[in-house]
Each structure stands twice: as structure tokens, then as C-alpha cells.
């Protein structure tokens, strides 16, 4: 048992190697459709990995259960230490554990991991790149289950930031268009510039416990001086911010969707995002030691949740709607773990980590049948796509937080944990009303662009037509009525614990809070109902005014990002590369040719004149007498 | 008792070469594979030095020889391995064989087959003595323990690496070459200065005994004086901003096998004598000039970065990569603790196995595409060259710093150096140079990343991908969904060539008049093709990795991927030695 996080590990790392090297024999066989063949072993190579990890996680956490949640006293964790490796200061223990925190999140990677591999053979089933593709989905999920599993900060450092390059190569997996490949770089330099503030954050931690081991640096945590803390986690909240796509570096998570959508459901819902809250709750004391820390936490929260759920309200891109709600959900997280529960926000996790990636997984089915993205060109699908229409219709629900589904239980645990932080707790006032009044709001505005989406897709005339050939960076367009049986299984699997999950920390549900909460999502809701009933045609984000422009652009934030900072650093670039050729290089040629012309000089001396020759032999031996005489 | 191995690496390739000028004509049908062998043997005593070499005390000169060599001078023949000089002496002896596997096992035609005999001179018999030589240098460096006699193998490289350039390079050779050559002179002049200024100091040149002294009988004055004029001479070579403009133009010029020796080795004997002798020697002196080393490293870092980013040609633009890469090398080194030493060691050793292997690459495409102009390329490499394109991915990902391969650890421990720095030196400052190394780090990733998406993504515009034409037979590495790390039959068929009456078959159809002649006429076993080039030389074939190039490319992805998974491997034998070096700082 104590080598299953090992093992959980190894096994879609080997998968990954084995999928790269070996799916791609024999070749040459299959010359009439490319690699059929080879696409089936790759998806066994990938599926039964997966699978298998699933199985120990499920194992690991069989006995802990939903303790974490429920706030129950830890139990021990499970795991071992591999060895250590001397740096010449602080050593580095490769531990891979099990606790309470780790065994749940470890369920969720791995089952969301593995409907997505099962749904990716159906939805990448001609793609010639698909064993590439499923090799790269097993990395990130052993990279994930690294971060899970890792006790010791630089393990998990080193899954943190595979995971970006995981992204970076499956969102840019269809690079024939150059879009998605600068979707790419910018989910990878975007998080990589807030893991080098994570890393300084791990560097100050490990620096002041004298180890990186995750027991021993939360064992020092209270002898830690306050300032330590603030600063360690503030470097942290960097990383926390790229990896979780908060405010102010979320803008990569939006353009991440030009990748396939099951790996949209993959960052969104398992791995990538939820790392960034993940690292939080796990290293939560130190943060409670650091209440400024909290206060920037909750502000960036409380901007990115409202801020994120109005982009998401405007958007026409069914993808983007998802991912600027990924963005304000967790931000929600984020806000529950500023305002001070951990088990709350790791509760939200994982109820929309089951309901994201059922969305995502829906949405791609959608997108499947009508082979576009946009909103505009769907309509009417309820018909089309029963099974979809259902389980989407669920996810949407829980999305919303409306009752029963999972989504309404763990937001109300976040509200509750808002509302108590306006009275004591470690915000700051200000800061805990304006979190408390963001959450409410957006509760509203999640409760319109969710309404707003699914009316859209599934209501309504139906506006398909079916494009006659695929663009680039979607799915092939494909006859048949329902999606193939490895995308519905997965979708109809996951729509379980979309609803039930909420039931599984105990039922503890606020009145109060709940009935406000409950109101003001249907408020949301009946208004956008109100304008779509009005003119179905139409797209209700017009209740949204002149503020419309604004949300559907994401409020300018990347136009500014490109002026502030990629503007420059490229004007830089090209004026070191000129002071380069200029300056430095010029100083080297400069001496180059100085160092001829004096030699030009002297060489005027030897003009071959053999009288001037003469003469200068007469100078010097007359200079010479002249001296001795002189100073003898 | 086991001082006969380093004395034989170095005398297998220095026999090698002398043996090519006693008999010129003999060997001549055997040129390729005398190269391979000579260097083989020479790997393989690597290899038993690496084996043999007692872990447990790694601080320790193992396998030391010590004879008088001049006595009238006191100049000894003091050869040893520590666990710093072990790894770079493995890394040179590997690099050096695969550049003899890259150049002897393709076939007549393949990229960069430089041992080939063909209009024009290419010269093979002075190529291997070249190789050979540089070889003898390189090894030598690493192996000395006399000041001296460091500094006499120290430019005996420079003179081989001279040809190498001038001799085998591009359109601008010549320039580069020279400025090589005088650059680095220059450097070392003012490095013996130092090296002097300590001999007269202490009366010896033992570097074992002057590391042991900690810089004893030298005020700090001098101590100063000496650091500056040996740093000058090494941070020439290494290379450290702003002394660095020599390296792009050697790299863009070099061939293929220079540029590899180059960036995966040569630089490294720069950074291998601030950890051998600048930083032991000199201790007072090096923590004086430390927070200049490490100002200047940082913007080295940055500099680097940007200049990469604004850059157009592939070559130049990993050549100012190294200069990036090794300021983090330098960063490590200033500051004066055992974690960032070793994470400059780790990153040193790391740099020569990933950048010899970009330049490899960067050789191949230049090769393939008759240029390494990035717009001229046209992108869409994974469309066209999908092998050639993931291993640039991959070394690429490498080269910019992902945990898991090699290029990571070095620059963490480097950076984690920066945070605690050692005693004495200014924290703040430090602090500031970690946070700017920082941000380098995210300006490498940029670069690189830009890079691959102009090279490898994006539909190809020049090269226009035909449907599979097997010419017959469907062997090779060149179809699309196959990946050659397991195709044996496709290296048979890279080895097919082997065999001296195919080669003398190709001879006749190597001039560049018949060289379109030389394509139709592909023997039966040959690669499928897989795009043709547009305008270039008039229908030109490219053609994906070679069974030659795998041959000589796995062994360092192999290596990248050992340590980057497995850093202990390394750290382990850098740390008891760093230890000893610092024993005066720490």
C-alpha cells in the first residue's frame, strides 16, 4: 500500500514513453487510412494505465473517504521516502504520500483523467496524431499525480511545471494553424511566469524550515516571523494566479480552449487549475500565517469571479463561455480558501471538477455534431442529441448551484464561509464585504450565462448547417445523430457524480444562505429566460447594454498586457540585438581595426627606402651616445 | 598504480593523429572508420574511468600521475580526476565519438558527411587529425592539475577549433575564424598574467597544493589582481557578456562537428577553471569580485534571452543561447556556495549534452534546407521533417529548463545559490540577481518557444508535402506515422553505405553538376521521400533523420533525460568535491 502514490505515479509516466515509442509500430502498413491501426494500440496504451492508477487512488482514499471535507482529524499519511538527493544545502526527499487531501484529489485526476482518454479515442479517432496526443494526456496526468502525491515542495515543483509543458503541447496539438500554436506559447509563458514566483516561494519556505519536506516546512510554520510567511506566500500566489488562471494572469485559460475540447476538460476540471487551489489548501497554515496574503487572495477572487462571469455571459464561443466560468468558479475557490476553509473550497473543486468536465466533455459533443464553436451556429440540439441535452442540462444545473445538483451544496459551503468571514475571521473588513458581495453577484450572473448557454445550444430553431469540411481546430464533422459510444459513456458516467457528489460531505446546508443563493440564481436565470423569450432569434447577452463590448472582450485585459508588456519586451529585444552589433561587437571590431591602422602607421616606416633606413640606424645609434653620455 | 588511464586518453587520440601523418595513403580507405574507432577506444577508457572511479571519495584527485616535466621551472605532468573533472571528461569523450559516429555512418549523400571525398576537397584525412587533436586538447584541460601544463592544453584547443572553422565552415569563415582565434588568444594572454602573477606569488603550480592553501601568502590585493586577469581569460572563453561576440559568428560559421565541440565543450573548459582554479585558489579574491561576476552573469541571462528573441538565424540564435545558459553557470560559480557551485557544474554538464545537441540539429536543417534563416524555413517542420521536428521539440523543451530533463536542475540550484549566497556577500543584491535570473528563465522559455513555432508549426509554405513516394520497398525513418527511435532496418539502411564498393559506386555522382543525377539514381534500399524543396536546389529532396544522425542524437537524449530524472547522479559527485573547493568560504 505504501507504493501505490508511486505506483499511480509511474504508471501514465511508462504509459507516456511506451505510447511515444512504441504506438507507431510497424510502420508503413497502413497506408490507406494513416495509422488505424496504430491509433487503437496507442488508445489501449493509454486507457489501461490510466485505469489502473484509478484503481490505486481509489484504494488510497477508500479509507480516509470524504474525511477531509468533513474536517475530520487527519489521518497518517501513506507513502514513502525514495531516497533523498544532497544539494550541498537544503536536501531535496523524493516522498510521494497519501493524506486525506491527497487521496480524494488523486480520485478525482485519475477518473476525470480516464473518461477523458476513453473519450478521446471516439472524438480523435482519424486524427493521425492521436498516439502522440494520448501519450502527452498520460504525462500530464502523472505530472498531476506528482503534485497530489509529492511530500516535498521541489517534487512537486517539478509535476507543477510539466503540467505547463503537458499544456503547452496539447493545446497547441493542432499546430498546422499558427493561432494555436500562440495560444500555446501564451498558456506556457503566462504560468511560467508565475512559477518562477512559485519557485522563490519554495526556495523561501524550504530556506527558513531548513527542508522541503511538506510535514517538516508546516511543522516550522509557527516558529516562522511573520514577514517570512508574507513573503513566501505571495511568491506562492504568483504560481497559485498562472497555474489557476486568477486575476491578474488568467488570460492564457480563454485561448487554452484551441486545443481539442477533451483537453479543455482535462486542464479545466482534473489537472493544471486545480493545482494552483490544490497548493493552497495543502499548504494552508502558512497561509492563515499571512493575513495580508489572504487580503490580495480575496481581492483577486472577488475581481476575477464577477469579472470572469460577465466575460462569460458575452462570449459567442460555447468553449470560451466554459472557460470564462472556469475562471469565475475558481475563483470561488480561491475566495472560500482567503475567507479561511479549506475543506469548503477543496469541496467545490471537486463537485466542479465532475461538473466541468462533464460540461466540457458535452460541449464537445455539440461541437462534434455541428462542427463549430460558436454559439451563433447552434440551436435546436435537444432533438439531435438527447443524451447530451440531459447530461449537459445537469452540468449546466450544478454549474448554476441549483438544487439538487452537486455544485449548489459545495457553493453554499463557500457562502456560508464568506458570510462568517464579514464577522471575524482573517480578512480584512473591506475586503471580506467586497468578496461577500462579488460571490453574491456573480451567483446571479452564473445563473444568466449558464441559462444563456443552454438555451442557445439546445433551444430554439436549429441554425445547423453542417459545414462541408472541417476547419482546423475542430472536430471532424461527422453524420450520425449521437456522438460514438466512447464519448457518451464517459459524459453519462461523469453526470453521476455531477449530481450526487454534493450529498457525500455530510449534508449541512445553511438555510439562510441557500435561499438567497438559490433566488438569486433564478433571478439570473428568468431574466436571460425573459430576453431570449422575447426574441429567440437574438442573443440575450444584449441585456448587458454598452457594458456588452467590454465583457465579450474580456475588458481589454490582453490588448494591455500585449501594449505593457510583449510590446516592449520585443522593441528590447531587437535593441539589445542592435546594441549587440553595434556597441559590444563594435568595440571588438573597432579594436581590430584600430590595431591595423596603427600598424598602417608603422608600416609607413618600412617603405623598402634604404637610405631612410639608413638614416633611422644613425638616429637611434646617435640617440644612444647622446644618452650615454648624458647620464654616465 | 592507475595513473596509466588518463595518460592514455590522452595518448589514444594524440597516437591516433600522429599515426594519420606517418602514413597518409594507407589509411586513406579507412578513414571513417579510423575516426570512430580511435575515438571509440577513447570513450571506452572514458567509460572505465567512469567505472572505476571510487564514489565514495569523490574529492579526492583519484588516478593521479605526477611527474617532472620541465624541472628547471618546477613544471609537473600532474594529471587527476575529481568528481568535477569526471563528468566533463566522460561528456568530451562521448561528444567527440558521436561527432566521429555523425560523420562516419552515413551514407554519401546524407548532411553533413564531411568524411566523404568530394569536388571542392573536403579533406577527410585532416579532418580526423583535427578532431583528433582537439580532442587531446579538450581532455587534457580537464585532466591537468598543474597550472601550466592547464594552460598549454588550454590552447592547444584553440588552434585545431581554428581550422575546424576556417577550413570546414561557411560563406563567412574566414571573419570568423580569425576573430576566434585572436579573441581567445587575447584572453588566455591575459590569463597566463594571472596564472603567472600566482606562480611568482606561492612558488608552485600545483594546483592541488594552491587549492589546499586557500589562497595563503597571496594578500588580498593580489589575490584580487590575479582573480580579475584569470577571470577575464576564462569568462573570454566561457563566454561571459560582454566578451562574447566571438562566439555567434564561430557557431553560424562552424561545420556541424565545430559547433557541437564548440557549444558542448570548449565553453565548458572556461567555466571548468573558475571551479578548478580561480574560485580555489583565489578564495579572498573571489569573493571580492563575486558580486561583479555574478552582475555580469545576470545580464548575461537577460541579454542572451532578448538577443535570442529578436534573432533570425536558428544557429546564431543558440549560440547566443549559450551565452544565456552559461550566465547561469556563472551566477552558480558567484555565488561562492557549495548548492550554486553545483548547480553551475550540473548546468555546465547539462549545456554540453542539450546544446550539442541543438547544434546537431541546427546542423541538419541548415544541411537539409541549404539555410538556417527561420523565415526562409518556412515552419511547418512537423508537417515535412516530423522525426527532425520532435527532437527539436524536445530539445528545444530541454534546453529551456523543464524538471524531468537535464537543463532544470543546474539553473534551480543555481538560482536557489543566489538566494542564500554565501557569507560576506551582499544578500540584497544577490536576492535582486536571482529574481532577474528569474525572469531570464522566462525569456528562454519565450525564445525557444517562438522559435518552434515559426520552425515546426504552422502549414509548410516552402516545402510542399507530396503523398508518400516509396521509391520501393517501405524501410526508413522517413514515412510519416513511424517513430525511428525503434527502426532498426532504417540504420541498416543508413549503413548500407558502407560497404567500400557502394561508396565507390556514389563517388563518380558527387559533383555538383550531377548531383540531381546522384538523387534519381537512389540505390534500391534508399529513404522514402517525404517533400520535395520549392526553389530550392531545383527539386531538392529532404529527407528526414538519418539512420547515422539517430545513431549519434539518442545517446544525448538518453543522457538528458537520465539526469534530469535522476539529478543525484551528478550532485552526488559534484558535492563532496565542491566542499573541498570551498573549504576556505564555507
Known sequence: ?632 | MTGWLPVALLAVPLLGALLLLVSPTVLRPWLRVYGLVVSGVALVLAVVMVATFDYGQAARPQFAIDREWIPGLGIHFHLAVDGISLPLIALTALLTFLCFVYLSWGDARGPGQLLRPRAGGARPRALVFTLLVLEVGMIGTFLALDLLLFFVFFEIVLIPMYFLIAIWGGKGRRGASIKFILYTLLGSVVMLLGLLLVWARTGTLDIVALGQAHGAGMPRAVQILAFVAIGVGLAVKTPMWPLHTWLPDAHTEAPTVGSVLLAGVLLKMGTYGFARIAIPVLPEGAAAVAPWLGAFAVVGIVYGALACLAQRDLKRMIAYSSVGHMGFVLLGFATLTTVGVNGALFANVAHGLITGLLFFLAGAIKERYGTADMRALGGGMLATLPHLGSVLTFAAIASLGVPGLAGFWGEMLSLFGAFQPAAGLPRGLFLTFMVIGGLGAVLTAAYFLVMLSRVTHGRPERAQAIPAVARSGASGVGGWPSDGSASPDSERSGWAGESPDSERAAWPGESPDSEQAAWAGEPPDSERVTGTIEGGAGGRVLRDIQGYEFAAWVPLIVLILLFGLWPKLLLSLTTPAVQTLLGALS
Open chain 1, 1 to 632: 500500500m505504501t507504493v501505490f502514490p508511486l505506483l499511480a505515479v509511474v504508471l501514465p509516466f511508462v504509459a507516456a514513453f511506451a505510447g511515444l515509442l512504441l504506438s507507431r509500430r510497424p510502420h508503413g502498413r497502413t497506408e490507406s487510412r494513416p495509422g488505424s491501426a496504430a491509433n487503437t494500440r496507442a488508445a489501449w496504451i493509454a486507457v489501461v494505465p490510466t485505469a489502473a492508477a484509478a484503481v490505486l487512488a481509489l484504494w488510497l482514499a477508500w479509507a480516509p473517504g470524504f474525511a477531509f471535507i468533513e474536517d475530520a482529524t487527519p489521518g497518517p499519511a501513506v507513502g514513502r521516502t525514495y531516497g533523498t538527493i544532497g544539494t550541498g544545502a537544503v536536501p531535496i526527499s523524493l516522498t510521494l504520500q497519501a493524506d486525506d487531501l491527497s487521496a480524494i484529489l488523486g480520485v478525482l485526476v485519475t477518473l476525470v483523467a480516464l473518461a477523458v482518454q476513453v473519450y478521446s479515442v471516439g472524438y480523435l479517432h482519424d486524427d493521425p496524431r492521436y498516439p502522440s496526443y494520448s501519450a502527452f494526456i498520460s504525462l500530464f496526468t502523472s505530472a498531476m499525480l506528482l503534485v497530489v502525491y509529492a511530500g516535498d515542495l521541489l517534487v512537486l515543483y517539478v509535476g507543477w511545471e510539466v503540467m505547463g509543458l503537458c499544456s503547452y503541447l496539447l493545446i497547441g496539438h493542432w499546430w498546422e494553424d499558427k493561432a494555436n500554436s500562440r495560444a500555446a506559447i501564451k498558456a506556457f509563458l503566462v504560468t511560467r511566469l508565475g512559477d518562477v514566483g512559485f519557485l522563490f516561494g519554495i526556495f523561501v519556505l524550504g530556506g527558513a524550515a531548513g527542508s522541503f519536506r511538506i510535514s517538516e516546512v508546516l511543522a516550522k510554520v509557527p516558529e516562522m516571523s511573520t514577514g517570512t510567511l508574507v513573503t513566501a506566500t505571495m511568491l506562492l500566489l504568483a504560481g497559485v494566479a498562472g497555474k489557476s488562471a486568477q486575476v491578474p494572469l488568467h488570460t492564457w485559460l480563454p485561448d487554452a480552449m484551441a486545443g481539442p475540447t477533451p483537453i479543455s476538460a482535462l486542464i479545466h476540471a482534473a489537472t493544471m487549475v486545480a493545482a494552483g487551489i490544490f497548493i493552497v489548501a495543502r499548504l494552508f497554515p502558512a497561509f492563515q500565517g499571512a493575513r495580508p496574503t489572504l487580503d490580495v487572495l480575496a481581492v483577486m477572487a472577488a475581481l476575477g469571479m464577477l469579472g470572469a462571469a460577465l466575460a462569460a455571459l458575452a462570449q459567442d464561443d460555447l468553449k470560451r463561455v466554459l472557460a470564462y466560468s472556469t475562471i469565475s468558479q475558481l475563483s470561488y475557490m480561491a475566495g472560500g480558501l482567503a475567507a479561511g476553509s479549506d475543506n469548503a473550497a477543496i469541496f467545490h473543486l471537486l463537485t466542479h471538477g465532475a461538473f466541468k468536465a462533464l460540461l466540457f466533455l458535452c460541449a464537445g459533443a455539440v461541437i462534434h455534431h455541428v462542427g463549430s464553436n460558436l454559439m451563433s451556429q447552434m440551436g435546436g440540439l435537444r432533438r439531435a442529441l438527447p443524451v447530451t441535452f440531459v447530461t449537459m442540462t445537469i452540468g449546466f444545473a450544478a454549474l448554476a448551484g441549483l438544487p439538487p445538483a452537486s455544485g449548489f451544496f459545495s457553493k453554499d459551503e463557500l457562502l456560508l464561509t464568506m458570510d462568517r468571514a464579514l464577522s471575524g475571521g482573517g480578512l480584512t473588513d473591506a475586503a471580506a464585504l467586497l468578496l461577500y458581495g462579488c460571490a453574491l453577484a456573480t451567483v446571479a450572473v452564473t445563473g444568466a450565462y449558464a441559462t444563456r448557454a443552454w438555451l442557445r445550444t439546445f433551444f430554439g430553431a436549429a441554425r445547423v448547417v453542417a459545414l462541408p469540411e472541417p476547419e482546423p481546430g475542430t472536430a471532424h464533422v461527422v453524420d450520425i445523430r449521437e456522438a460514438p459510444r466512447t464519448m457518451l459513456v464517459p459524459i453519462v458516467l461523469l453526470s453521476v457524480p455531477a449530481v450526487l457528489l454534493g450529498f457525500a460531505g455530510g449534508l449541512h446546508v445553511e438555510l439562510g444562505v441557500a435561499a438567497i443563493s438559490v433566488v438569486l440564481a433564478l433571478l439570473g436565470a428568468g431574466v436571460v429566460y425573459a430576453f431570449w423569450r422575447s426574441d429567440p432569434l437574438a442573443d440575450p447577452a444584449r441585456l448587458l447594454g454598452p457594458l456588452r463590448v467590454p465583457c465579450e472582450r474580456a475588458f481589454y485585459v490582453d490588448g494591455v498586457y500585449a501594449a505593457l508588456f510583449v510590446r516592449p519586451v520585443l522593441v528590447l529585444a531587437r535593441l539589445v540585438v542592435r546594441t549587440d552589433d553595434v556597441v559590444v561587437d563594435g568595440a571588438v571590431r573597432g579594436s581590430g581595426r584600430s590595431a591595423q591602422g596603427l600598424s598602417g602607421l608603422l608600416r609607413l616606416a618600412q617603405n623598402g627606402n634604404v637610405q631612410l633606413y639608413v638614416s633611422g640606424v644613425l638616429a637611434g645609434v646617435l640617440l644612444i651616445v647622446v644618452g650615454a653620455v648624458v647620464f654616465a
